[in-house]
């Protein structure tokens, strides 16, 4: 490698560098390069344009989807434009009554009705039927609409609705951020935290970090002697004991899932064998699946092999003369172990740890079938709210959240231990 | 050259008109979709020549907003609960159906008035009756429970219990076992004091209960020996009953009946095909030979009196079906007004209470 300094070569009074063909060397190299850049960039621009049409773009739209919801206002738009003709905690007049009327008939008839009542419901439960009722009435209604309205139902004086109807018509709101993290507003729009029978998201989110991080930990505790025995094992013996490894990882894992179901029913394979043993007793059988036993049992064991994996790739390299020559400098073998060997797998244990609490994090399906009531992780709430209430700006909010823990967790890793010391292979 | 190029688009042409005929529809699996298929697909493809293509759900109401939203609907027919489909027609997320171009009763009636009260809605026919029942195991149980209060008395009746995991129908029953009136049911439930009641009754059982979630499960259930008891939908265990000779009771004390309803969603690739498989589907004689496979009472009036026996030759259907008079003692009609409204907001109290 020649450096070449071309101011140097000025102050020696010579002129540039250049190339046969007489352009200046510095200019030519540059030129080189970048042609080299472009080439690499347009290998890799396939790959870019996945990632951002699969990655980037639908993280985005979930991310906007948490805060914007355009339920109330792209379908009330005169009542809409009242609100924000008028101050906030203004008293409804009878503009306002009669944007309100003109409004519902015009949604009645769009028949968007129930997405209006919905979501004015998400803020303000047992509202909805309020205006789906209201849409099949209104176009009898006449003036004085205030009278007219309160006639059908008094709650349309409530000023909570009014306040609450002001919120929503704009688009973009914080609300479902706050309903993710069991807050609400209360009539006078201050944040307070909710009801205690409907609080879940915080103590889910914690059930899950708590038992993602348990899995992770029973994964290490019976990985890492696997790992080390395929890793010192002659490669003949250790492959075969990895087709072991590898087997159930190839599998599907519905159906990894619901052998652990056919194993840990009450009248499952486990249970009987326990039966005929005699070590329990045909009446108390016990309950391993269905709460947070299912849970832990089924994913530690999906999980296993991206524990096993990077821990072998960084133990195979490990020369067992180090522990050895640890040994015979006096070493006990635990100390040998604990300065030698394990040092020297950290990386494998980082890489390891990180990639299945990750995974762990974000599973649904294996405590969708196995965990019952007590093993269900927040995602099977984001799937419910996704799937089954379709409130998707609260799963947008809520699956925001778990992005955020994931990434300050990756970030502590950082910082702590250093992403230079992941290796997974 | 020319001559297999004409040939291959001719086919191609074909290849598509086939393809073209046919329509999709999305149901509850298990038991009731046999019925179906024998009821209404099969006859429906022999008479038309449209191919009817089976998909299913756990609850077949739900995959339809996301459909419609992401504009890639790709069922013709659902088949839903009363409450759902109101809210996906009031969300304008189904194809209105005329109740006029259904057929009419043999005797001539319009359909407007052979349906049952209430089974004729802006965007959905009801097929069907079904009922949420509970039933046990006779082996266990040969004194059997005969209330609903027994399912939530755990000491009288020990074992493990299965039930739908959501509020609806549970909440009902809840209230019933607590000595609530089912006329009374609903003023109850307005309450949040009656809510809390019927969680309060709930509790008795959180312990020993596995949720469903699948109308298949609980007869699986039942016959693994998971639960002694389980709440389900009355046609599967007489499914499980009958066809496969399983010991299981059903105690029709505190049932909970409501409609099943076809809908269209908006959007359907095939609305034509569609609108002809609910206008089959839904006349006197299929809805009459469905209560063949299951027993689901049929959503006519005409349909009644043509209900005979089960497809085994020997089996009368009357008793079984929910709407039967010894069976409606103590029954309640599910109220999809109460539903529709509350859904959201009960659903969640219940996943809490559930996580708590």
């Known amino acids: ?425 | 050259m020319k001559k297999i190029l004409t040939l291959s688009t001719a086919l191609t042409a074909v290849g598509f008109a086939a393809a073209a005929q046919e329509v999709t529809v999305m149901s509850w699996g298990g038991s009731y979709t046999v019925s179906q298929v024998e009821a209404y697909h099969k006859p429906f493809t022999a008479q038309t020549g449209i191919k009817v293509v089976s998909v299913d759900a756990d609850n077949p109401a739900t995959p339809i907003k996301a459909m419609v939203e992401a504009g890639n609907v790709t069922i013709d027919v659902a088949d839903v609960e009363y409450a759902d489909a109101i809210r996906l027609c009031d969300e304008g997320l189904l194809e209105e159906i005329d109740p006029s171009i259904l057929p009419p009763a043999p005797d001539g009636t319009p359909a407007t008035e052979d349906f049952l009260p209430g089974a004729l809605t802006d965007c959905a026919v009801a097929s069907i009756v079904f009922s949420t029942v509970f039933a046990y195991d006779t082996t266990k149980f040969p004194e059997g429970p005969t209330t609903m209060a027994d399912f939530f008395d755990i000491e009288k009746f020990p074992g493990k219990r299965g039930m739908r995991k959501g509020a609806k129908a549970n909440l009902e029953m809840a209230l019933m076992a607590d000595g609530v009136p089912a006329d009374e049911v609903y003023a109850v439930l307005e309450t949040d004091e009656g809510v809390s009641r019927a969680f309060v009754m709930l509790d008795k059982i959180k312990g020993s209960t596995i949720w469903w979630e699948a109308g298949a499960q609980p007869p699986q259930l039942l016959a693994d020996g998971e639960v002694s008891m389980t709440t389900a939908y009355n046609g599967r265990i007489f499914a499980a009953q009958v066809a496969e000779s399983k010991p299981f009771a059903i105690v029709w004390d505190g049932q909970v009946y409501e409609y099943d309803l076809f809908v269209i969603p908006k959007g359907a690739p095939n609305l034509d095909n569609a609108l002809e498989f609910v206008k089959f589907s839904t006349d006197t004689q299929r809805l009459a030979d469905q209560a063949k496979w299951i027993s689901y009472g049929p959503g006519r009036k005409s349909s009644g009196a043509l209900v005979g026996l089960y497809q085994d030759g020997k089996t009368e259907m009357g008793p079984h079906m929910p709407t039967s008079a010894e069976n409606l003692t103590n029954a309640l009609a599910s109220s999809y007004e109460f539903w529709v409204d509350r859904d959201s907001e009960l659903n969640e109290r219940f996943n809490a209470w559930l996580a708590q």
């Open chain 1, 1 to 425: 490698m020649v450096a070449i300094d071309t101011s140097g070569g000025e102050a020696l009074g010579g002129g540039l560098l250049t190339t046969a063909d007489g352009k200046p060397l510095k200019q030519a190299l540059a030129h080189a390069q970048a042609r080299a850049r472009r080439k690499a960039l347009l290998l890799v621009v396939p790959l870019l344009a996945f990632i951002v049409i699969t990655f980037v773009v639908p993280i985005g739209q979930l991310l906007f989807r948490s805060v914007y919801n355009d339920g109330f206002s792209a379908n009330m738009p005169q009542v809409s434009a009242w609100f924000q003709e008028t101050e906030a905690g203004a008293e409804p007049d009878e503009a306002a009554y009669a944007a309100l009327v003109a409004d519902i008939v015009a949604s009645a008839e769009a028949r968007t009705i129930g997405v209006v009542g919905t979501r004015v419901n998400y803020e303000i439960s047992g509202t909805r039927s309020l205006f789906t009722s209201a849409g099949r009435n209104a176009k009898d209604l006449q003036p004085p609409y205030r009278e007219a309205l309160l006639e059908l139902n008094a709650k349309w004086a409530d000023p909570q609705l009014w306040g609450v109807m002001r919120s929503v018509s704009s688009a973009y709101s914080a609300n479902f951020y706050l309903a993710a993290m069991d807050l609400a507003r209360d009539a006078n729009g201050d944040i307070v935290r909710a009801p205690e029978d409907r609080r879940i998201y915080g103590m889910l989110f914690l059930r899950t970090l708590w038992l993602s991080a348990l899995i992770t930990g029973l994964c290490l505790i019976l990985a890492y002697p696997v790992a080390h025995l395929l890793a010192v094992l002659p490669l003949a013996r250790s492959n075969l004991l990895m087709i072991l490894v590898l087997l159930p990882f190839w599998t599907s894992l519905l159906v990894r899932t619901t052998s652990w179901m056919v194993m840990l029913q009450e009248q499952g394979v486990i249970n009987n064998a326990l039966v005929a043993l005699g070590l329990v007793g045909n009446e108390s059988r016990i309950q391993m699946m269905y709460n947070q036993a299912g849970t832990i049992i089924a994913m530690t064991h999906i999980l296993l092999p991206f524990m096993i994996l990077p821990l072998y790739s960084v133990m195979r390299p490990i020369n067992p003369s180090y522990v050895r020559a640890a040994r015979s400098l006096g070493a006990t073998s635990w100390t040998a172990f604990r300065r030698v060997y394990l040092p020297q797998t950290l990386p494998g244990i980082g890489a390891g740890a990180l990639l299945v609490f990750i995974l762990a994090v974000g599973y649904y399906i294996t405590p969708a079938l196995v965990g019952g009531a007590s093993g269900q992780l927040i995602s099977n709430l984001i799937a419910y709210h996704m799937q089954d209430s379709l409130n998707w700006s609260l799963a947008a909010a809520l699956a925001a959240l778990l992005l955020a823990g994931v990434l300050i967790l990756y970030w502590l890793y950082d910082r702590l231990i250093g992403i230079d010391n992941l290796k997974l292979g």
